[in-house]
């Protein structure tokens, strides 16, 4: 029993002798740490940077998609006044105001306003025309950049799970490390109301319910495209493939393209791709708002 209680006291002493030794890192350790902690820093740096860059990339040209589906709007409002003004006081009616000049001189005034109210038609056509080739490139652009945006994010938290790793080691460098990274969640942009839709946008949002794909979902969709977990595409069972079409779900937006068919389920419409749930926060069967930006 003596000698048993003896060891006991004697392993007691032996841990608190080491024990210290143990809890206290060396010098060169310390040193080790603070580089790893300021490395991972530097790491996690660059990839926020790269993250922040490409989400102005998203929202300017997003702004840009909205201003030129309002321009085009706007255009086609005037040449569809034109049109209405023609069809209500009948095509002859140009002829007749030409006829009935009184004068040569009136004659030319008259011609010369209607070859202004031509040109002006012509303008107008020329607008929406561009405007249209504005918004499809800026929704392809779209395409790219919410895919590349979302990867980035998710490329910033995999940096931290790798930096945290690797210090786990060492409390004192994972705590330096935390004290100086945090990854917050990107704010949704505000939902829109009915007055903001006639002034940014198209005017042509609608409602529709849709489900999703897998996030981590891999295949060919019916347009023979490769679809892999980034990828911008919706299923719709009609719409013609390359169609594009921008999504709004709580206050976030998403272009995507149509690439496949589907779904089948009464009462659904669209099937949302990996990347366009990625970008919305989209999970479940919810109703969302859309409009068709081109073809």
Same mark, same amino acid.
């Given at each position: 029993?003596?000698?048993?209680?003896?060891?006991?006291?004697?392993?007691?002493?032996?841990?608190?002798?080491?024990?210290?030794?143990?809890?206290?890192?060396?010098?060169?350790?310390?040193? /080790?740490?603070?580089?790893? &902690? *300021? #490395? %991972?820093?530097?790491?996690? !740096? @660059?990839? =926020? +940077?790269?993250? $922040?860059?490409?989400?102005?990339?998203?929202?300017?040209?997003?702004?840009?998609?909205?201003?030129?589906?309002?321009?085009?709007?706007?255009?086609?409002?005037?040449?569809?006044?034109?049109?209405?003004?023609?069809?209500?006081?009948?095509?002859?009616?140009?002829?007749?105001?030409?006829?009935?000049?009184?004068?040569?001189?009136?004659?030319?005034?008259?011609?010369?306003?209607?070859?202004?109210?031509?040109?002006?038609?012509?303008?107008?056509?020329?607008?929406?025309?561009?405007?249209?080739?504005?918004?499809?490139?800026?929704?392809?652009?779209?395409?790219?950049?919410?895919?590349?945006?979302?990867?980035?994010?998710? /490329?910033?938290?995999?940096? &931290? *799970? #790798? %930096?945290?790793?690797?210090? !786990? @080691?060492? =409390? +004192?460098?994972? $705590?330096?490390?935390?004290?100086?990274?945090?990854?917050?969640?990107?704010?949704?942009?505000?939902?829109?109301?009915?007055?903001?839709?006639?002034?940014?946008?198209?005017?042509?949002?609608?409602?529709?319910?849709?489900?999703?794909?897998?996030?981590?979902?891999?295949?060919?969709?019916?347009?023979?495209?490769?679809?892999?977990?980034?990828?911008?595409?919706?299923?719709?069972?009609?719409?013609?493939?390359?169609?594009?079409?921008?999504?709004?779900?709580?206050?976030?937006?998403?272009?995507?393209?149509?690439?496949?068919?589907?779904?089948?389920?009464?009462?659904?419409?669209?099937?949302?791709?990996?990347?366009?749930?990625?970008?919305?926060?989209?999970?479940?069967?919810?109703?969302?708002?859309?409009?068709?930006?081109?073809?």
């Amino acid at each position: 029993m003596n000698l048993l209680l003896g060891a006991a006291a004697t392993a007691c002493l032996l841990w608190l002798v080491v024990a210290p030794a143990m809890a206290a890192p060396s010098p060169e350790q310390t040193a /080790a740490d603070r580089v790893a &902690v *300021a #490395r %991972a820093v530097e790491q996690y !740096a @660059a990839v =926020q +940077a790269q993250s $922040a860059r490409i989400d102005a990339s998203v929202v300017k040209t997003s702004a840009q998609l909205d201003l030129a589906l309002a321009q085009e709007t706007e255009a086609r409002d005037r040449l569809r006044s034109r049109l209405l003004a023609i069809y209500r006081s009948d095509d002859t009616s140009y002829i007749s105001m030409l006829l009935g000049a009184s004068t040569l001189q009136d004659f030319v005034s008259r011609w010369d306003l209607l070859t202004r109210i031509a040109a002006q038609d012509a303008k107008d056509l020329a607008a929406a025309k561009a405007a249209r080739i504005k918004a499809h490139d800026a929704a392809e652009r779209l395409l790219e950049l919410q895919a590349e945006d979302v990867q980035s994010l998710e /490329a910033v938290a995999d940096e &931290v *799970a #790798r %930096a945290k790793k690797k210090l !786990a @080691a060492s =409390q +004192a460098a994972l $705590a330096a490390y935390e004290s100086q990274t945090t990854v917050a969640p990107k704010p949704a942009l505000a939902p829109r109301t009915d007055s903001t839709q006639k002034l940014t946008g198209s005017g042509a949002w609608q409602t529709a319910v849709a489900s999703h794909y897998g996030r981590n979902f891999t295949g060919r969709g019916a347009s023979g495209e490769t679809i892999g977990p980034y990828s911008m595409i919706v299923a719709h069972k009609t719409l013609p493939f390359g169609t594009l079409i921008e999504f709004e779900y709580r206050g976030k937006r998403a272009v995507a393209k149509v690439a496949d068919r589907g779904p089948y389920t009464a009462g659904r419409e669209f099937d949302l791709g990996p990347g366009v749930v990625r970008v919305l926060g989209f999970s479940g069967v919810h109703e969302v708002r859309y409009r068709i930006i081109g073809r």
